[in-house]
């Protein structure tokens, strides 16, 4: 039993809000850990690679990017380095992943600046 949050009076745990006076009740640990993600990282550092290589393609299929490419493709590569330092920051461990797409993106980056000069 636990008491409650708006009148004091004892109330079931599981209570979503008190019978007595009504007030709303604050999740317990054991229902909060339910809302709680195991995310490593992983999915960041996937796109982070493949806005990279759309980059990429991007400018080898194109010989000169007109003012919209060069847009897009800058807009894709700092995307993509953004969604790589997230999934760098989030892995503990393997970090290959996220390091591949933000040397990626890095990469497309410094082609698309060098083929617009």
């Known amino acids: 039993m636990v008491f409650c949050r708006g009148c004091g009076k004892q109330i079931h745990e599981s209570a979503i809000s008190c019978p007595q006076c009504g007030a709303v009740q604050t999740p ?7 809302t709680k993600t195991n995310d ?3 999915w960041q550092s ?4 493949c806005l990279g290589i759309v980059s990429f393609v991007t400018i080898a299929e194109t010989n000169k990017l007109d003012h919209d ?9 700092v995307t993509g380095a953004i969604f790589g330092g997230v999934g760098f920051a ?4 393997n ?23």
């Open 95 to 117: 970090k290959v992943a996220p390091v591949v797409g933000l040397i990626c993106c890095a990469l497309a980056f410094l082609a698309t600046i060098g083929q617009s000069f």
């Open 69 to 77: 490419q060069f847009i897009g493709v800058i807009i894709f590569c």
């Open 40 to 42: 490593n990282g992983t």
């Open 46 to 49: 996937v796109v982070s690679i």
């Open 90 to 93: 989030k892995n503990n461990g």
């Open 28 to 34: 317990n640990h054991r229902n909060s850990n339910l």
